[in-house]
């Protein structure tokens, strides 16, 4: 119980302050919101500037203590805004309407990758100094270093350029209407495989290298050397006694991928044009938009919280030990 309460009292002290830092953060930022929306419009009147701030929820009078304070009160009710950038459109809409795609598209992909290169990790280790252990760390060092959006436009030019069996943007064709219907998710499926493949060709090798070299290191135990002792088979050593305790240190790794989903893979969804967060995030930056990425940074801050704090007591019901540690 106290270990859990610690942990709760850090997640609260923690988001405070990452509310504090989203709210002072892009007011410090050069550049004025309402210069940029002005600019694009023709003779505007300081009557009808007047009225934009107020359709926007500006108050310039207001002193910064008396905006913090409710910005603190607006966010514990859910309220996050309105977009100046997008007609003055609910920022919760907004990122309603964007979560679903990032989170199905990086989503998954993210949880693929660390299975898919923990696995792998695990089996290398295992038949440390075979042929599959010699060539895979070097194969995945390179993938590891390679751009996000190099390995984009390359699968572009191959599959949609070259090949022409896979669309290049987009999360579904111009001009249909997003349904629940077989035919709309078999075209949603098609026009996610080409960013999905290149989260996975890039972000796989980072989990098999990093449970390789932690798994080397714990078949060193003495606990993995009794289990051999005992004549316990190989699979069962590899996975109830080597590869569960070599995951642990992966888990808040794998917690903090969880919790950036939600930002999306700004350069991949920027490259394929998705209608994710990250392509939004972008968008809000370049407009100015300090309603909508704050919005966006408070869904960031609280989902990589939320990741870690569920991390913490998965790795102490795994391992005991760390309850009592700090």
């Known amino acids: 119980m106290r270990f859990l309460i610690r942990r709760v009292g850090f997640f ?52 910064i203590w008396q905006q913090y304070v409710t910005y603190l009160g607006n966010t514990a009710r859910g309220n ?40 792998i990790g695990a089996i290398a280790a295992w038949r440390r100094g075979s042929r599959l252990d010699s060539a895979l760390p070097p194969l995945f060092v390179f993938t590891t270093a390679i751009p996000f959006f190099w390995v984009g436009m390359m699968l572009i030019l191959i599959f949609s350029s070259i090949l022409g069996v896979l669309p290049s943007y987009g999360a579904y064709p111009l001009g249909v209407t997003p349904s629940f219907s077989l035919s709309f998710i078999g075209q949603v499926l098609q026009y996610a495989i080409l960013p999905a493949l290149t989260l996975l060709i890039t972000g796989i090798g980072g989990w098999v290298l990093t449970m390789r070299n ?6 060193t135990e003495d606990y993995v050397r009794m289990a051999r002792a005992k004549g316990l088979s190989s699979s069962r050593i590899m996975v109830s006694y080597a590869a569960r305790n070599a995951i642990l240190p992966n888990l808040t790794g794998f917690a903090m991928s969880l919790g950036f989903v939600v930002s ?52 102490a019901i795994l391992d005991p030990r760390t309850r009592t540690a700090g």
């Open 264 to 315: 999306g893979a700004i350069l991949v969804e920027y490259v394929f044009n998705y209608p994710g967060l990250g392509n939004m995030l972008l968008t809000a930056v370049n407009n100015v938009d300090y309603p909508l990425m704050q919005g966006l940074f408070l869904i960031i801050t609280v989902c990589v919280l939320v990741a870690i704090l569920l991390s913490d007591i998965a790795t």
């Open 214 to 219: 932690t798994m080397v290191t714990t078949l």
């Open 80 to 119: 996050l805004g309105l977009s100046y950038g997008n007609g003055g459109e609910p920022v919760s809409e907004l990122i309603k309407q964007a979560l679903p795609w990032t989170l199905g598209l990086i989503g998954i992909t993210t949880i693929l990758a660390f299975i898919i290169g923990t696995a």
């Open 12 to 63: 609260l002290l923690t988001l405070w302050a990452c509310l504090s830092l989203n709210f002072f953060l892009p007011r410090i930022m050069p550049g004025n919101p309402i210069n940029n929306i002005i600019s694009k419009l023709h003779n505007v009147t300081p009557a009808e500037e007047l009225a934009i701030e107020h359709s926007l929820g500006i108050n310039n009078k207001a002193s």
